[in-house]
């Protein structure tokens, strides 16, 4: 069964680094999501992406955060100089243009020191 | 904006017991309804998705309803087991108000099965 897979599953970055959170979306999907839910609080929105740029995007997904597609298979999550409360589970989705069921990875975990 | 509500926020059951947790949301122009559970430092396993068409699904033992007019649904789970035990959350796509096309989440029913 087709799934979505994230790597790494956990990464420990010191603050201020940069980090890429990677993604390999469905095949067939179209579009694409990053989610993050910090320790003990609620998933929250990042970004949406579909047909090569942001559709939509939260308050929290402010200048530090970006998003790619470098290839036709990769989903990147890009945060530039990480801060402490950067620390959360990362989790990548995708879904097709017609469907309305978000299909989720596993997730990155990032923690910050 | 879309905002969703998850009660209880914990329960405690003994085995064998009959629930139901409950997710209300408040903006019902919603396109789905979606429950997830979640374990300790896991990811999202997606266990019931209910269109905004219809009133219900089933899987095994879970089984989930949507009434879209009051922005209500609930998760009936049957005979629980300690297996059971985990974090289930609800999240609904869309919506008029700033729903769009991404999931809101609720913050979660932490349920505990004991033997």
């Known amino acids: 069964e087709p799934e979505v897979t994230q790597t790494p599953s956990h990464q420990v970055t010191q603050m201020g680094q940069e980090v890429i959170l990677r993604c390999v979306p469905i095949?067939?999907?179209?579009?694409f999501y990053w989610y993050r839910q910090i320790l003990g609080q609620k998933v929250e929105f990042l970004v949406s992406?579909?047909?090569?740029?942001?559709?939509?995007k939260s308050e929290i997904f402010d200048d530090q955060f970006s998003v790619e597609r470098p290839d036709g298979s990769n989903f990147t999550l890009k945060i530039r100089s990480t801060k402490l409360e950067d620390s959360a589970m990362y989790f990548c989705?995708?879904?097709?243009?017609?469907?309305?069921?978000?299909?989720f990875g596993q997730g990155t975990r990032l923690t910050v020191v | 904006k879309q905002e969703v509500t998850q009660i209880p926020a914990a329960l405690s059951v003994p085995e064998g017991e009959n629930l139901v947790l409950n997710c209300s949301f408040t903006?019902?122009?919603?396109?789905?309804l979606q429950w997830f559970r979640q374990d300790p430092g896991k990811g999202l396993t997606s266990l019931l998705l209910?269109?905004?068409?219809?009133r219900e699904q089933t899987s095994g033992r879970l089984n989930a309803s949507l009434d879209k007019s009051s922005g209500r649904s609930t998760l009936y789970i049957a005979a629980s087991q300690p297996g059971d035990s985990a974090t289930y959350l609800c999240?609904?796509?869309?919506?008029?108000?700033?729903?769009?096309?991404?999931?809101?989440f609720g913050t979660g029913t932490q349920l505990k099965v004991e033997l």
């Open positions: 989705a995708s879904k097709t243009s017609g469907g309305t069921e978000a299909f």
């Open positions: 095949s067939n999907h179209l579009y």
């Open positions: 992406f579909y047909n090569n740029e942001i559709s939509e």
């Open positions: 903006d019902s122009a919603i396109y789905n």
């Open positions: 209910i269109q905004s068409s219809q």
């Open positions: 999240a609904a796509l869309g919506g008029l108000t700033g729903g769009g096309n991404k999931l809101t």
